[in-house]
């Protein structure tokens, strides 16, 4: 039978639940007797009562202590008037800060706009005027590609379909506008064979677009007529061939870089 | 181990609100249990009551951090018995209050500054208590405050590792060296039925 330690028998004096040895002091007397010498040793180990302090102990221990106490709520409010202060003060920064930055801003682009109105007049008569010349082109360069379709679509339509008429118009309806802005711009621009040619044009636009009563079998056969007659389609071809000699600005155009 | 007074916890809020004068009140309530587990620990009036002193006031600069997990009572109590420790720590050595002659810690016989009292007169006369202080003095001072606290002041395994810091397993292995230590130094004294 193994006996219990030291610590197991101290274990079971002072624990206020049963350890487990309670069973074994019941069945082993050696073991039971050296608890009971443990018993009495740890009885006889009483320590000096400690001396008695009056009732107004307490009261001495407050009033001695008392005056290094500092107030919880003084120092919360210094502490609030503090934060109070440096909220302020970052705010004003913050303000301060974004004033600067303002009025930086301000000067700056009042700077850069005085600096762009004295550039632009030197720049224009080199540079100016090719970008505007571009863009013309390019809208040109449609312009002339949407024309020449519909011319071609107008040359083989078939007068008795009425279908096919009806989207002839309105293509017509919209390259109006933009045949007008071109041919003013030819006109700017002092190029009288491009001028005369969209002028053609606008004429024939504008009947196909307005035709009184629409479009029928014999104003369709005249205005077929009409285009052949001034060899209309065979003018925007060619109009429309000079584009590939301002290929780049085509690309441009494609890149997005005139517009 | 101090238990806590229902209204603690609203004096803690008074103060913590501004109200200085209300800890007046827990200082008065508690300090009786505190002078008593830091004279046990100590085995000084005026050690004691130094502990006592400087636990309220470290207890009223760490209010703020104190959660109510535990009861105010407990919470103090610690800082007392660490107190305490702390104080019997930085004893010297040499201290006068120490048996003299003491050269070696782990001899087991006791040494009284007055030889001329005989042990069996000692336990007679019912002087145990003192020569019992005697033994306790040549004990670690985490040592005697395990001890004090688990046979004096009742307090449980948890209680004595939360007190002093220290793991569980740490506090019981600390007190049962200082009950195998006193048992060997008190034996001679020992009466045999």
Partial sequence: ?259 | MIRMGKNDFAVIRAILAGDKEAYGALVERHSHSLFRVAFRITGNEADAEDVVQEAFLRGYQKLESFEARSSFGTWIYRIAVRGALDKISRRPADDSSRVAGAADPEQDEVQVADTAVRPDRLLLSGEIGALLQLAMQRLTPAERTAFVLRHVEDCSTEEIAAALGIAPSAAKQAVFRAIKKLRSRLAPLRVNP
């Fill in chain 1, 1 to 259: 039978m193994n006996h219990l330690s030291e610590e197991e028998l101290i274990e079971q004096y002072y624990s206020r639940d049963d350890t487990g040895a309670g069973g074994h002091l019941a069945a082993c007397a050696e073991c039971a007797e050296t608890y009971a010498e443990l018993k009495s040793d740890l009885a006889a180990m009483q320590t000096a009562a400690p001396p008695a302090r009056d009732a107004a102990y307490g009261e001495r221990v407050w009033r001695s202590i008392a005056p290094f106490l500092p107030v919880y709520e003084a120092r919360k409010r210094s502490w609030l008037r503090g934060g109070a202060w440096r909220g302020l003060s970052y705010a004003s920064a913050c303000a301060l800060l974004v004033a600067g930055a303002f009025i930086a801003g301000r000067v700056w682009e009042h700077k850069q706009i005085q600096t762009t109105a004295i550039a632009i007049p030197a720049a224009i008569p080199q540079k100016a005027a090719p970008p505007q010349q571009r863009l013309v082109v390019v809208v040109l360069s449609d312009h002339l590609d949407r024309s020449e379709r519909l011319l071609v679509e107008l040359k083989h339509a078939d007068t008795g379909s009425e279908e096919m008429v009806s989207p002839l118009r309105d293509e017509a309806r919209s390259l109006l506008a933009a045949n007008r802005v071109c041919r003013q711009n030819a006109k700017k621009n002092d190029d009288p064979a491009l001028a005369a040619a969209l002028a053609r044009l606008d004429h024939l636009l504008v009947e196909l677009a307005n035709q009184k009563g629409g479009l029928n079998a014999a104003s369709l056969a005249r205005l077929q007529d009409e285009m052949n007659s001034d060899s209309l389609l065979f003018e925007v071809r060619v109009l429309r061939s000079r584009i590939p000699d301002q290929q780049p600005v085509a690309n441009n155009r494609r890149n997005g870089g005139t517009i």
